[in-house]
């Protein structure tokens, strides 16, 4: 969570964490929604979304390796500069969150969104707004997308899908269904899909990828 930490370690931490994985790296960020948290950290939760927007300032400033002053209502800094740069410029960023301030700072600031989809009472949970179906997200898509070309932006904005099922490598289920699902998805607008193992250990984690490899080939 963004508001955790201070942007200028975080984009430290971020570029390089780009650098040893020669470019591979996807910097997911949220609001945070757990006051415990925020009180355990010693942050005022109240300040959450100013303490996020902050940092979406500082990282793409910090990235460049050229000398940089920022002032802002919680950090500041003059003439500073970050190296080695990462290895992307910029490291792209994947906002996550179904709000509408969220959806915002996706279509205009980032390069990604990550929803979280869910029944109501998960929404509830982590306090957002609910999004149900593949239907509503679609929509939700297009309508981020619409405000990134608005906003006069032409690069493509990503967006990140958690599976939900994770029969995915049973033997018991017909691929075809999965398939068939996955092109669903696909067709709402998402560009990537997150599959979790429901399994703990590492020699069972690699046996769940080795499945679905061998399931799912292409």
């Known amino acids: 969570m963004a508001p955790y930490r201070n942007p200028f370690l975080l984009a430290k931490a971020a570029a390089t964490v780009d650098r040893l994985s020669g470019g591979r790296l996807v ?15 010693g942050v005022d939760m109240t300040e959450r979304n100013e303490l996020f927007d902050e940092a979406l300032d ?20 003059r003439d500073v500069i970050a190296r080695p740069r990462p290895a992307q410029n910029p490291i792209p960023i994947w906002i996550g969150g179904n709000s509408r301030l969220s959806r915002r700072r996706a279509a205009e600031r980032a390069q990604g969104w990550m929803p979280m989809v869910g029944a109501p009472e998960f929404s509830s949970t982590v306090r ?25 932006r032409t690069d493509r904005i990503d967006v990140q899908y958690s599976y939900p099922d994770r029969s995915i490598t049973s033997p018991t289920v017909e691929p075809d269904r999965h398939r068939e699902a996955l092109v669903e998805i696909e067709k709402a607008g998402v560009t990537a899909v997150v599959l979790s193992s429901p399994a703990s250990a590492p020699a069972a984690t690699l046996e769940f990828l080795e499945a679905f490899g061998s399931t799912y080939p292409h």
Request: charged share 15%; glycine share 10%; no cysteine.
């Open 58 to 77: 500082v990282l793409p400033l910090h990235w460049r390796g050229e000398p940089f002053s920022y002032h802002g209502r919680h950090f500041d800094a």
């Open 27 to 41: 910097l997911g960020l949220g609001t945070g929604y757990l006051k415990s948290e925020f009180f355990a950290l």
């Open 128 to 152: 957002t707004a609910s999004i149900t179906s593949l239907a509503q997200l679609a929509d939700l898509i297009n309508e981020v997308r619409d405000a990134a070309a608005a906003a006069g």
